[in-house]
């Protein structure tokens, strides 16, 4: 890179959530290292600084907020839908000031925005700056919410009640099913309808990229660069290409030195990521069966996501009981650390696309609980593309959990799944190296800002 090319700034706009910040944050840092400065416009609701790993980031963070009354009654999808509406003029303003401070606006490369930031996309369209989406999902979950947007609302509801329909493959998304498809838990499907209309209006847009690899998803790759008929770049998994710590809640790195204590490829990593809720029924199945399956565990209890409770006080004392012999518990871990240790032998998660890479990235193999949108499509991923994973359906109950931990860790299935777990590790490796699909990916993305070409 010449000396004036080092100076282009790249403007992010992430999504105030751990699962979206992260990916973008990383996707920052590979930028960095490719001589770009880094911009990031928040919105009030974030917290990510650069005392967090991004010393070299500006960071500016635009007004709007929601009101308290907004704020207590909209559920998630809402809540993104309003931002959406109160940020688009802060928004312009912002990034009309960036450039004029700048003298001229041909220094600003481009402005990525995280698909569901979709208020991002008016300005640079004005201002003529080339704007690209950032998927934090992967492709297959990107084609499903193009499908979804454009399904009869009543009609598809009709068939989400039947049980026959929602065990059925939906046409066209195959090995899909219809129970697989992202609808979400935090909203209904008119509003699901609705926001994957918006974020899937990629019209303005001169590029999309995704954090995942071809070796992962190759059909649902060409199947959108198709679609979209702009370039899209699979560039991750990103945690790999270019780690970077961005967490939003402090780390408890004690479980570290407890998990050196364990025999290798022994302990069952809990967790549902950083929205994911559990009921006092469910959480005294869980621990009964971990605790049946003889197993050590490390589970993740965020302090609020056991309904009317601030953590764990309102379980009662046969919770302490089954989780005392052989369970360690924290608010929140350093999952990649955990990940990476030896003892770890299975991943009981949510399947959040930032924790199914991640497990994929360090070879441990999953049991999938999936709780909404794109993690019901990672689940049944695992399971059935790759067969790294199997799920936990159904009603939790202590006996099914209690044989999946087995099925995982002591049976010869087990073996055989964390073979294909190492072996998949392996490719996604190699798809960061140099000459590899992602690295080079990313190279033509540069490459592309680097001509001005995008
Ligand atoms: N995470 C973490 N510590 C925890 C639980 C989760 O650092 O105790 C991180 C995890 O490594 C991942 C992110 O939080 O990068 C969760 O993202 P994901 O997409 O898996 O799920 P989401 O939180 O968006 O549902």
Redesign the pocket.
Known sequence: MDKKQVKRRIVLVPVP????V??IMQLGKALHSKGFSITVIQTQYNRVSSSQDFSDFQFLTIPGTLTDSDLKTLGALQFLMKLNEICEASFKHCLSQLLQEQGSGDDIACVIYDEYMYFSAAAPKEFQLPSVVFS??NATAFVCRSVLAKVNADKFLIDMKDPEVQNSLFPGLDPLRYKDLPTSAFGTIEDIIKLYGEAVNTRTASAVIINSASCLESSSLSRLQLKLQVPVYPIGPL?IAASASS?L?E??KSCIEWLNKQKPRTVIYI??????RMETKDMLEMASGLSNSNQPFLW?I?PGSIPGSDWTESLPEEFSKLVSERGYI???????E??RNPAVGGFL??????????SIGEGVPMICRP???D?KVNARYLESVWRIGVQLEGELVKETVERVVKRLIVDEEGADIRKRAIDLKEKVEASVRSGGSSCSSLHNFVNSLQTKSL
């Open positions: 959530a751990q699962g979206h992260t990916p934090t999902t945690h967490s809640l780390e408890d967790s549902l990521g950083s929205l994911g993740v965020r924290v608010k929140w871990a350093p999952q990649m955990v990940l998660s949510h399947c959040g696309w930032n924790s199914t890479l991640e709780i909404t949108g993690q």
